[in-house]
């Protein structure tokens, strides 16, 4: 008998139709032996609903607690439906909000961290031969103020449940079968990944695979809890994701990259003619970071205007870029900078994997495939277990497919275990 | 300074424009320097919404339980809505729920009665200047459940926090703009009643005026509880329930009938020819009480089968006929009855007021009038402050009009204080 966590999302809740397939789906795991605790989302739809609503009662931005109070209502309107579901299909279940489970927070309304979770009712539910349906995304702080833990948080909320009550496993249900190499919209060969390590999913996550949350992911590595992501539309196995010791020896020896992502969200800043002193760099980051810009990339380039000046380059979010040019306008007068150019027609396609730890050459194999297809690589940036490349936007297809197929990724190869 | 608590019906905040509206409202109140307790019902419609999905996802009867973690998102969802609209009209205002309050009530989950009510939260609310917004309709019970008072249970809310934190008046802000003297559809001639008496009230309410909720009466007059009745659409003042030690001498001595109440609901059975033995009656209302049937006016005639037999006469509910039939079709074998007439087409008609009190002959001059028309009596009942006479149905408007007419309470009449 295990203990398993099942997390249905929005579009698997959309409607009273598709809560009696959760409903059917939870019962069967429930007749298999196990105990089964669902974790639900709002029904698709509802929490922008709610929230066009908190706009016209509140203004554009409207009061945080307040916010909460309201954004709750839809992951508690589903998890009673989803409870009544159940009891039609003949299973004890009960429904728990984050206040009754004690899914403490902290008071960060809108987007509350928590901090611990108490198992206690969830193990009387299940143990008592009821199924434990709670509502996601919701909990507590301190003082008994409702929170929510921002978009996404159902994954947290289950992930972190998960890990509360010692479940055996996470099931994340959503809409798309699993973790894929690539996006397949842009490369059809794309596969399916059967097991994924937290660390890989986490560069594959950030990078725009968006499939967890990147918390939920984070949440799952530091409590060892595996993660299963899977269609709540078939029966079919999707992606598990694991701590590496979990993987078989066979898989370890498996591709030596797992994935390949791209980001269009990023834009390129380049100050020009900027002194070349010390200090000068340290003053642009500096004022940036004080604005709470993030910079992902860093380029310092010998600069075209003689030896006494530099040009410096960086990426932001494209969302940073109105206020990082404000900072730079500032600041550029202070560093002597000549002109600011900000292009935000680049791309970065990144690979992902375990295996690049212990391979020499994969960066320089990668720098390879993209001169191959005459793509010139405006900055580079590396770590442990990825490679990144901004290049202009619109090389973004041609890039991920030649590096999906030149690291042997591409669905026809079926020898490889695990990847 | 005055502490005021503000109750909002579903039509008074149908919609944001309408939820705006009471702001604005509450928010005049706060400026003239009272502290101001809402209570919110859930915008009209959606109640009934949720209701719809319970019975998709959950049959006929969905779990009590869940039935009340659903419902009182309604309630919810108002609540921070109306917290919003305060704040953009510059009030500081917070949303309180039924658990945060804590509204303690029993665990008869849909129907719940309130236990006792913690008005800490709320005074600490009001005393920082906030104006506190609370979810009316739910509570929580000893282990954290949800529940919620049953329709229109947020009137009790309303009442229940007023007594708890000492109130110096409950406003109850509804769709009409107060309590008449009889159902204005049936009268053109009806006035607004200025100031009437808790029993009165309950009289009238129980009577079909289905202004105030009975039970939000019965706390009103257990705490002393000060309730205004008016319209959320108008600043005219309504009608004001007290106690009859706050009525001013001149009202005192006002119209000795307060109001017409008539009531459809009723249905007549009759016995024809049970044996007349003691024990008999007996065997019969037990029955009936055994099944939970109430039974309201009860006749016991001389019958016209001779002197071994006699009629019995009664009136339940028109929803209570069915179950009452197969109660008789059972005891009526053991009684001997030979007949069972049932008779639908009946209306209760009934005056009421205090001043019946120290005023002999109201019933017979409520006969009279009767007669006066040609209206046949078929049952009659009285209590200290009420007159009721079941009539055939379709005497109705007749019968409420002459007994308007008969006892002074048509508008033309202005000379009269308090009634």
């Known amino acids: 008998m295990s203990l398993v966590v099942m997390k249905f999302g929005g579009t698997s809740v959309a409607n009273i139709e598709r809560i009696r397939n959760v409903a059917k789906r939870c019962a069967k795991v429930a007749e298999q032996g196990h105990e089964v605790v669902v974790i639900v989302s709002a029904m698709s739809g509802e929490t922008n609903k709610l929230l066009a609503l908190a706009h016209e009662a509140g203004g554009e931005i409207p009061d945080p607690r307040e916010m909460d109070a309201l954004a709750a209502t839809g992951e508690q309107v589903t998890a009673a439906l989803t409870a009544m579901a159940l009891q039609q299909a003949g299973k004890p279940a009960r429904s728990l909000l984050g206040h009754q489970v004690r899914v403490l927070t902290d008071n960060a309304f809108t987007k509350a961290r928590i901090r611990t979770i108490d198992g206690t009712k969830i193990g009387e539910t299940v143990k008592s031969g009821q199924i434990c349906v709670i509502a996601g995304f919701q909990g507590v702080d301190d003082h008994g103020n409702i929170t929510t833990l921002g978009r996404g948080g159902s994954d947290t909320s289950a992930v972190a449940i998960a890990a ?9 249900y959503t809409d798309v079968d699993g973790v894929y190499t690539t996006d397949p919209n842009i490369c059809p060969l794309a596969r399916k990944i059967k097991h994924i390590s937290y660390e890989e999913m986490l560069e594959l996550a950030s990078l725009g695979a968006k499939v967890l949350q990147i918390r939920s992911v984070e949440i799952a ?4 809890v595996p993660v299963h992501v899977r269609s709540s539309f078939s029966d079919a196995e999707g992606t598990i994701v694991t701590s590496e010791d979990r993987f078989s020896p066979s898989e370890m020896e498996r591709m030596t990259v797992a994935g390949v992502a791209y980001d269009k969200n990023e834009a390129k800043l380049t100050l020009r003619d900027v002194q070349d002193q010390p200090g000068v760099v340290a003053k642009i980051f500096g004022a940036l970071a004080e604005k709470n810009i993030s910079v992902d990339m860093i380029i310092q ?7 006494a000046a530099t040009d ?8 940073d870029v109105a206020r990082a040019k404000s900072v730079i306008a500032e600041i550029g007068k202070i560093v002597g900078m000549k002109e600011l150019v900000v292009d935000d027609q680049v791309v970065k396609v990144s690979i992902v994997g375990l295996g690049m730890r212990s391979h020499a050459g994969i960066a320089a194999k990668m720098f390879e495939l993209l001169a191959g297809e005459g793509i010139n690589i405006q900055a580079i940036s590396t770590s442990e277990i990825k490679v990144s490349c901004l290049i202009a936007a619109k090389y973004t297809e041609l890039a991920v497919r030649a590096l999906h197929t030149g690291f042997g990724l591409d669905r026809k190869d079926v020898k490889e275990e695990g990847a």
């Open 301 to 307: 380039n010998v600069a075209t205007g003689g030896a």
């Open 164 to 172: 509360a009550i010692n479940a055996d496993v996470c099931e994340i």
């Open 312 to 319: 410096v380059t960086f990426t932001v979010t494209k969302a």
């Open 221 to 224: 590595m530091k409590y060892g």
